[in-house]
């Protein structure tokens, strides 16, 4: 028996335990999972940020730590943390991913806002571009990124994708290196890159000015990612027709931050997609069962890139 400790917020523990344990159990691993266990006992730690545990070197004989959040920002760079970290790639995260972006990158495709709002009796027959005509660009291709990506390739979207890292996708057109040239005419940008040094401020003025004028930026990654007083002025000038906004740099956003009151924004209070704890536990027991048989772990986070 492997002794795993759950540490995470209190809410979740009600919500995994008998979800982790029956998934273990499927797998053939045989747990005693708790949230109390002493340091020194434990093999295996279920993570997800929380003031009770920030330092890991106590836990001299654990092999690997678990994420339970896809995003890994806030724990990668600790430096008490020396055992293998795996990041949770969840089959029903990746699909809510996708039903959000795409929904939000149709509504803007079709002009739903305005539409929705004009019912003061004006008659105003504007058919939107076919998705043909409308190029998207998604800057980030992980699991997320591509997994949107092929979504909107199936629409008719001429869609590129970006990574800072080259990538082949069928049907995408995949570019690395400068953003810039990813983002050049785009009409709609997705942002679904994991926040590093490298990725912060990623949309800035410059990158902003490479879009076609009255283009959209969707925003369901990281709130950093973007330069927020960029993005005001790109709003203004009409070079940014609307941003749907669903993280931010604090969170919850602030009454007084200017997104709340700006008519060409849609602030949405960070549920483009949620860890869906039925399909996450599968993710969690195959990654024991692979530790326990000595094979690879799945999603092994790389300290160096911080994702």
């Known amino acids: 028996m492997i002794n795993i400790l759950f540490s995470a917020r209190p809410q979740l523990w009600d919500?995994?335990?008998?979800?982790?344990?029956e998934a273990c159990a499927a797998k053939g691993v045989d747990i005693?999972?708790?949230?109390?266990?002493?340091?020194?006992?434990?093999?295996?730690?279920?993570?997800?940020?929380?003031p009770t545990l920030t330092d890991f070197t106590k836990f001299t004989r654990c092999k690997a730590v678990l994420s339970l959040w896809a995003g890994v920002e806030t724990i990668a760079p600790n430096t008490t943390l020396?055992?293998?970290l795996c990041r949770?790639?969840?089959?029903?995260?990746?699909?809510?991913?996708?039903?959000?972006?795409?929904?939000?990158?149709?509504?803007?495709?079709?002009?739903?806002?305005?539409?929705?709002?004009?019912?003061?009796?004006?008659?105003?027959?504007?058919?939107?571009?076919?998705?043909?005509?409308r190029p998207?660009?998604?800057l980030g291709l992980g699991e997320l990124g591509a997994a949107c990506a092929k979504s909107l390739v199936q629409l008719g979207f001429p869609v590129t994708g970006w990574s800072r890292t080259p990538k082949s996708i069928d049907g995408i057109r995949c570019l690395s290196g400068s953003p810039a040239e990813a983002l050049k005419d785009a009409q709609i940008a997705v942002l679904l890159?994991?926040?590093?040094?490298?990725?912060?401020?990623?949309?800035?003025?410059?990158?902003?000015?490479?879009m076609s004028k009255g283009a959209f930026v969707i925003n369901p990654g990281r709130g950093a990612l973007i330069n927020d007083h960029a993005l005001l002025a790109a709003l203004n000038s009409g070079q940014v027709a609307h941003a749907t906004l669903d993280v931010f740099r604090v969170e919850p956003l602030p009454a007084d931050h200017p997104y709340w009151?700006?008519?060409?924004?849609t602030v949405t209070p960070h549920i483009a997609s949620e860890t869906r704890p039925e399909t996450a536990v599968e993710q969690i027991a195959e990654n024991l069962r692979r530790a326990e048989a000595g094979e690879p772990l799945l999603n092994l986070v790389d300290r160096t890139r911080g994702y």
């Open 15 to 21: 919500v995994y335990r008998d979800l982790l344990i």
């Open 32 to 50: 005693n999972l708790g949230t109390d266990i002493p340091a020194e006992q434990v093999d295996y730690i279920i993570f997800a940020p929380n």
């Open 82 to 84: 020396t055992q293998p």
């Open 88 to 133: 949770l790639v969840d089959t029903g995260l990746t699909q809510g991913m996708v039903e959000w972006v795409t929904g939000h990158v149709l509504r803007h495709h079709l002009g739903m806002d305005q539409q929705i709002k004009n019912q003061n009796g004006e008659w105003a027959p504007v058919a939107p571009p076919l998705s043909k005509d």
């Open 136 to 138: 998207v660009t998604i």
């Open 193 to 210: 890159l994991p926040l590093t040094s490298q990725t912060e401020n990623i949309l800035d003025a410059d990158a902003l000015a490479t």
């Open 261 to 265: 009151a700006h008519p060409n924004v």
